[in-house]
């Protein structure tokens, strides 16, 4: 019941920017599209959300479609230390994260 | 200061016990939630509670019990372990249950049953 459905894996050169589509093709009005990391085996780290707008903030940006249905986070310089599996999500009020299978990101040098 | 904090780290333990685990937050949110996830890293809500209200309450064994003496507490006490429940257990939190307000996570319980 993930909703979402992202590559499974992605490679990105140290310093280039990064992008990781995400396909919700499904996404109703009311649903959030959140995106989480998750470092070896650390804790999921909130990342970034948005609804309609595109949205920044001081780790990536995210470009969400004007028809909702895809959703791209851009990690602007990606670093070694951003290599993580990244989950893409679409959540609305009472509803919890449903986390699918995600993608990896390697960062190389 | 940890936003969300779990307690124990690892848990190593026989078939048939009981064991705890504690999750507190000090960031003065109302919702809390624990997840589980698996040996194929598949992280799957289990329950959620709102103001120590059970809100959600996932289709999971009835061994599985939360507890929230209070708003910043939620703690999760394991019946009777069988060799299933080996998985890493994540707390987390949000201000309440919008969909607007995202969760923050602990940094897991590595339960591992013999």
């Known amino acids: 019941d993930a909703k979402t459905t992202q590559p499974p894996s992605m490679d990105c050169a140290e310093g280039r920017a990064a992008n990781l589509p995400c396909n919700h093709s499904t996404i109703s009005g009311n649903e959030y599209v959140y995106w989480y990391r998750q470092i070896h085996s650390q804790g999921p780290q909130y990342i970034i959300h948005g609804l309609k707008n595109n949205e920044t903030n001081e780790m990536a940006s995210l470009i969400i479609t004007e028809d909702r249905k895809s959703s791209t986070l851009i990690l602007p310089h990606a670093t070694l230390r951003d290599t993580a599996v990244y989950y893409c999500?679409?959540?609305?009020?009472?509803?919890?994260?449903?986390f699918g299978t995600g993608t990896s990101l390697t960062v190389i040098p | 200061d940890t936003a969300v904090s779990q307690t124990p780290k690892y848990l190593v333990t026989q078939m048939g016990n009981d064991k705890s685990i504690k999750c507190e937050q000090n960031l003065g949110h109302d919702t809390m939630y624990w997840y589980k996830q698996d040996s194929k890293k598949f992280l799957k809500i289990m329950f959620s509670?709102?103001?120590?209200?059970?809100?959600i309450n996932e289709t999971v064994p009835n061994r599985f019990s939360p507890k929230s003496p209070d708003k910043a507490h939620l703690n999760l006490h394991i019946n009777s372990l069988e060799l299933g429940d080996s998985a890493v257990y994540f707390c987390?939190?949000?201000?309440?249950?919008?969909?607007?307000?995202?969760?923050?996570f602990g940094d897991g319980t590595r339960l591992s049953i013999l």
């Open positions: 987390a939190s949000s201000r309440s249950d919008s969909g607007n307000q995202p969760q923050h």
């Open positions: 509670y709102n103001n120590k209200e059970l809100i």
């Open positions: 999500i679409v959540r609305v009020t009472g509803n919890q994260f449903y």
